[in-house]
């Protein structure tokens, strides 16, 4: 059967047409990208920030013993884009305006089914040859003003998705309002608008590939109300975008002083010395919900977007199954870092989502399977006055699965397994996976404790985890060691912080030093150390028989 033929022309950035040619086609069985044609508006490169960030990568690489790659994934150009092309072995046509006959020839070489248009409010119908099946047509708008010097924004930012014979004809559209939230800013609102726009494409584009023309509108309207339920709403007062997010958790002068530490020699010959022996720490970090409205457990959108770029241009990022691999075989040759979100939380769908993709960025979910199944809230959520923050549901997840999002067990009901209840605990650990595996189709290899500390795992939940799942995770800070002969038992993870230079120095476990000191000079105050002989009784990991 002869593949379904798409032509994407569009406005938007290389990076975003790239990502939207590869989510259709691995996402779309039987479909091919046949041509694509790209309007960019020429940029003069500028020599100064180029010189400045050439001085930071050297500096990253000083301390690091890793150098830093030059481009991170918001950079891809059109050059990178055209490369991409190639490899694929698809049409690219790079333009300044949408006219001339160089584009009559890609649309007529495409010999496309559909065409996609991406990002355009007006367009000549005239300048395409139409595909047999017409024009999918998606856009999103926000409409700003300036008011009293603040930017201003609807309390809502609208996609808006039409498919019809020609750009300009009545057709059948299909509409998505993404409110506006507290500590929303431009970046985000365009991130998140980017990613519903390609899951509409997805959809329409899966329904018109199986013949069901007339019916795709209304299968993506079907899809949204499936998938983003209770997030998206209508309204009609106005918010103001945020200019600024500061979430720091320390005082400045605290952290430039533990700057000064990082750039110690001690610092540098380390890592340097673990260069050579090829034994850089794996860090794996922990976190709950990426969120634009106020939660305890929340970052917002654009601050963990800022953290995803700087780990993916200073670090190896890795999925947990690699970073598990990498730690047994004794070896790892840069410095890795593995990203998990506990608790399953819906607004992860959407923000979590929109960064990963944007970003190539990998992570696991760890879910409790019978508030998943309900689409339940939390009830230490509940304890805490937190409502309205549900759960992620199966088609969400079976949706979001890939190579890169991993799907781990955090027991049914975010049950505390510092119980010695072994009949509940069998039920909420082994019960998890079985309802996971059930559900996803998929394996799962790993499992978090809920809460995740010391007196959180009682040695019934540990012998029962360790023996029904790979790897098993606590959150008790661990700069874990690669180690070959070394069965992992109980991983330790880092909390992620909010900002990058907090995030570095904890990457650099010069946080945790002062963090020691100062459990060690309390304890000593009160002669006992009663927290550390707790914490030996567990065993993290044994020598393999």
């Known amino acids: 059967m002869a593949a379904y033929r798409l032509l994407l022309v569009s406005d938007q950035s290389p990076k975003s047409v790239c990502d939207l040619a590869i989510r259709i086609e691995s996402k779309v069985p039987n479909t091919k990208i046949g041509g694509i044609v790209l309007q960019v508006t020429s940029l003069r490169k500028r020599w100064f920030p180029s010189t400045i960030k050439r001085f930071v990568n050297a500096i990253y690489f000083l301390v690091h013993a890793f150098p830093a790659k030059w481009s991170a994934s918001v950079d891809f150009t059109a050059d990178d884009l055209a490369r991409e092309c190639r490899r694929l072995e698809i049409p690219l046509l790079i333009v300044n305006s949408f006219s001339g006959p160089d584009i009559t020839n890609v649309v007529n070489a495409s010999r496309s089914d559909l065409g996609i248009l991406v990002g355009l409010r007006t367009i000549d119908p005239s300048t395409f040859t139409r595909p047999k099946d017409g024009f999918v047509h998606v856009w999103s708008e926000t409409d700003s003003l300036v008011e009293a010097g603040t930017s201003r924004c609807s309390s809502e930012a609208c996609v808006h998705l039409k498919s019809a014979p020609d750009p300009t004809a009545a057709s059948r559209e299909v509409s998505v309002q993404l409110p506006i939230q507290d500590y929303d800013t431009p970046k985000s609102v365009a991130l998140k608008t980017e990613l519903i726009s390609n899951d509409l494409v997805v959809q329409m584009v899966n329904s018109y590939s199986r013949g069901r023309i007339a019916h795709a509108a209304e299968e993506a309207n079907r899809w949204a109300e499936q998938m983003?339920?209770?997030?998206?709403?209508?309204?009609?007062?106005?918010?103001?975008?945020?200019?600024?997010?500061?979430?720091?958790?320390?005082?400045?002068?605290?952290?430039?002083?533990?700057?000064?530490?990082?750039?110690?020699?001690?610092?540098?010959?380390?890592?340097?010395?673990?260069?050579?022996?090829?034994?850089?720490?794996?860090?794996?970090?922990?976190?709950?919900?990426?969120?634009?409205?106020?939660?305890?457990?929340?970052?917002?959108?654009?601050?963990?977007?800022?953290?995803?770029?700087?780990?993916?241009?200073?670090?190896?990022?890795?999925?947990?199954?690699?970073?598990?691999?990498?730690?047994?075989?004794?070896?790892?040759?840069?410095?890795?870092?593995?990203?998990?979100?506990?608790?399953?939380?819906?607004?992860?769908?959407?923000?979590?989502?929109?960064?990963?993709?944007?970003?190539?960025?990998?992570?696991?979910?760890?879910?409790?399977?019978?508030?998943?199944?309900?689409?339940?809230?939390?009830?230490?959520?509940?304890?805490?006055?937190?409502?309205?923050?549900?759960?992620?549901?199966?088609?969400?997840?079976?949706?979001?699965?890939?190579?890169?999002?991993?799907?781990?067990?955090?027991?049914?009901?975010?049950?505390?397994?510092?119980?010695?209840?072994?009949?509940?605990?069998?039920?909420?650990?082994?019960?998890?996976?079985?309802?996971?595996?059930?559900?996803?189709?998929?394996?799962?290899?790993?499992?978090?404790?809920?809460?995740?500390?010391?007196?959180?795992?009682?040695?019934?939940?540990?012998?029962?985890?360790?023996?029904?799942?790979?790897?098993?995770?606590?959150?008790?800070?661990?700069?874990?060691?690669?180690?070959?002969?070394?069965?992992?038992?109980?991983?330790?993870?880092?909390?992620?912080?909010?900002?990058?230079?907090?995030?570095?120095?904890?990457?650099?476990?010069?946080?945790?030093?002062?963090?020691?000191?100062?459990?060690?000079?309390?304890?000593?105050?009160?002669?006992?150390?009663?927290?550390?002989?707790?914490?030996?009784?567990?065993?993290?990991?044994?020598?393999?028989?």
């Not at 209508?234 to 918010?239: E, L, Y």
């Not at 809460?451 to 661990?478: D, K, M, V």
């Open 228 to 545: 983003l339920p209770g997030y998206f709403s209508p309204s009609s007062d106005f918010r103001s975008l945020s200019k600024s997010l500061m979430w720091r958790t320390r005082p400045t002068w605290k952290l430039v002083f533990h700057t000064l530490v990082l750039f110690s020699p001690y610092v540098i010959i380390r890592n340097w010395s673990r260069r050579w022996r090829k034994k850089f720490p794996v860090v794996i970090f922990y976190h709950h919900l990426i969120s634009d409205r106020p939660h305890r457990l929340g970052m917002p959108t654009e601050l963990f977007l800022r953290e995803a770029l700087f780990l993916k241009k200073f670090y190896n990022v890795v999925t947990l199954s690699q970073a598990i691999e990498m730690l047994q075989s004794g070896s790892v040759e840069a410095p890795t870092v593995a990203l998990t979100f506990d608790d399953g939380y819906e607004d992860n769908f959407v923000n979590l989502r929109a960064v990963a993709e944007a970003t190539n960025l990998p992570v696991t979910l760890f879910v409790c399977s019978q508030v998943v199944e309900g689409r339940g809230e939390l009830q230490h959520d509940i304890t805490n006055g937190q409502r309205n923050c549900k759960s992620l549901g199966w088609e969400q997840l079976r949706y979001w699965q890939s190579d890169t999002t991993e799907v781990g067990s955090h027991t049914q009901t975010h049950f505390d397994c510092g119980s010695s209840d072994r009949p509940s605990l069998e039920k909420e650990i082994v019960g998890s996976r079985d309802d996971i595996e059930h559900s996803l189709g998929e394996p799962v290899r790993f499992f978090a404790f809920p809460w995740g500390q010391i007196h959180n795992i009682s040695a019934g939940a540990l012998e029962i985890a360790t023996s029904t799942y790979r790897c098993c995770f606590s959150t008790e800070p661990a700069e874990n060691v690669p180690r070959s002969g070394v069965v992992l038992e109980v991983v330790g993870r880092k909390a992620l912080p909010s900002t990058p230079w907090e995030l570095e120095l904890t990457l650099q476990s010069i946080l945790d030093w002062t963090m020691r000191f100062k459990f060690r000079r309390k304890h000593l105050k009160n002669k006992t150390y009663s927290t550390h002989e707790e914490h030996q009784s567990i065993p993290l990991r044994h020598e393999a028989s």
